[in-house]
């Protein structure tokens, strides 16, 4: 005679067991968590669909809020913001001083955040986190005054140097965090086969911290890009930037709506091309630093 065990599940009937549901409280979390992020990809993405479709609007239209979402689309504001107002020439601009400004920032600042971070100068660092925290605002003042005084505001150079103050900062910091996160041992396997203390920074060190680099170097453009504060104060008629640029669209008597969103449109969407190709190195390069030890 067969004897059953009570934990042993039944097959007289060739019904399967039952699957174990889920708790109440994960479904639910799971539930919320979906909710919340559509949610807040809704709350950041809704500024920008408004500003897409103020920038094939009219003013009029703008304003009459039975057009919000249907209306006849115009493209006045972009031909007026692309040919009437010259902006290719305030595009060239800014990439220039986001590029340059970028690039010096990274020649100086790597190879700081090197020392730094090999050496354990810890007092240097913090002299860098300070450049990193204080507001840029505090230091117009002077540097207006000063850039004044030797006749170089409207420049290039004064542009450049006042967007470097905060890119390299922002530079040294990440890569110090990255510099930590790589093992020191393959620098003295490099020293022991006769490479330089230069030469294996060069050769094993410089290569492994490319993903780094990049993090930071796109970080430091998208800055400098969208930089309004400095540019306001330090650029010139011929060396004016998109951000500044956009501001002649505000004026004491009444604002043109359509030419500051489409001038808006013409400033994000590089940004926004760049960012999501690059997404991958800038999440490998600020997440380094986290996976030590």
Known sequence: MTVLNENTPSTATGSRPARRRKPLATRAYKVFRVVALIVVVLFLLAPLFWMLLASLKTNVDIYDTAKAFVFSPTFENYANVLQRNNYFVFVVNSFWVAFVSTVLSIILGVPAAYAMSRFTMHRSALVVLMARVIPGVSLLVPWYYVFSNLRMVGKFEVLILSHMFVALPLIVYIMMSYFDSLPLELEESAEVDGLTPIGAFRLITLPLAVSGIATAGILSFIFSWNNFMFALVLSGAKTKTLPV?????????????????????????????????????????????????
Do not use: C
Request: proline share 2%; hydrophobic share 55%; no cysteine.
């Open 245 to 293: 640029a956009i501001f002649d669209f505000v004026s004491y008597a009444s604002i043109d709506w359509g030419g500051l969103m489409a001038a808006a449109t013409v400033v994000t969407i590089p940004i926004m091309i760049i960012a999501l190709f690059t997404q991958k190195y800038i999440v490998s390069g600020l997440t380094a630093g986290a996976t030590k030890g």
